[in-house]
T-cell receptor, first 110, second 113 residues
Framework: QKEVEQNSGPLSVPEGAIASLNCTYS??????FFWYRQYSGKSPELIMS????GDKEDGRFTAQLNKASQYVSLLIRDSQPSDSATYLC??????????FGKGTSLLVTP | SQTIHQWPATLVQPVGSPLSLECTVE??????LYWYRQAAGRGLQLLFY??????ISSEVPQNLSASRPQDRQFILSSKKLLLSDSGFYLC????????????FGNGTRLTVT
């Protein structure tokens, strides 16, 4: 079973701070990595994808990938209360499906 | 643009009753289709995926089944529900190309009583 591991949290950060979310994966040959945001009672929505080692920035979000360490992270700059949600890390799986971690709960306090 | 429809939004069913959840995708052809379940306090569990009409791959042995009668229609079924079938059921689609993300429907919250 290919594992995707995340700290469940909750991770609490003050408004305006940087939130750092981490994810490790077990399958060394994984090629595609995604971050999803899931608000309580809602379905996951795609935030970012990353395929190559290094950083990828999109607005306040930065995804970081280190394939040698099998590590993916998501940084959220200038965190807002509306960023409070569960963040899911996903890695490519069978039939182009994705294997998901259990998610990290983020709470941004005003 | 592509849209995915999933219904119903909520469902309460007694143990032993049948189940049918439907999902349709618009605005794309030959999508890959997926059913996931998210139980309380647990991660997203892949149940079934399909890369074409009539083709279903099952990831978890259980009392659920899936069918794809049309290119953009995916159905999740059960003949007899168990209490453990309660959860948040999510349909998703992808373009079928490697490295493509999944896009989820709004989900169905199923409570088996």
């Amino acid at each position: 079973q290919k594992e995707v591991e995340q700290n469940s949290g909750p991770l609490s950060v003050p408004e305006g701070a940087i939130a750092s979310l981490n994810c490790t994966y077990s399958d060394r040959v994984s090629q595609s990595f995604f971050w999803y945001r899931q608000y309580s009672g809602k379905s996951p929505e795609l935030i970012m994808s990353i395929y190559s080692n290094g950083d990828k920035e999109d607005g306040r979000f930065t995804a970081q990938l280190n394939k040698a360490s099998q590590y993916v992270s998501l940084l959220i700059r200038d965190s807002q209360p509306s960023d409070s949600a569960t963040y899911l890390c996903a890695v490519n799986g069978p039939g182009y499906a994705l294997n998901f971690g259990k998610g990290t709960s983020l709470l941004v306090t005003p | 643009s592509q849209t995915i429809h999933q219904w119903p939004a909520t469902l309460v069913q007694p143990v032993g009753s049948p189940l049918s959840l439907e999902c349709t995708v618009e605005g794309t052809s030959n999508p890959n289709l997926y059913w996931y379940r998210q139980a309380a306090g647990r991660g997203l569990q892949l149940l079934f995926y399909s890369v074409g009409i009539g083709q279903i791959s099952s990831e978890v042995p259980q009392n659920l089944s899936a069918s794809r009668p049309q290119d953009r229609q995916f159905i999740l079924s059960s003949k007899k529900l168990l209490l453990s079938d309660s959860g948040f059921y999510l349909c998703a689609w992808s373009s079928g190309q490697s490295n493509s993300p999944l896009h989820f429907g709004n989900g169905t919250r199923l409570t088996v009583t």
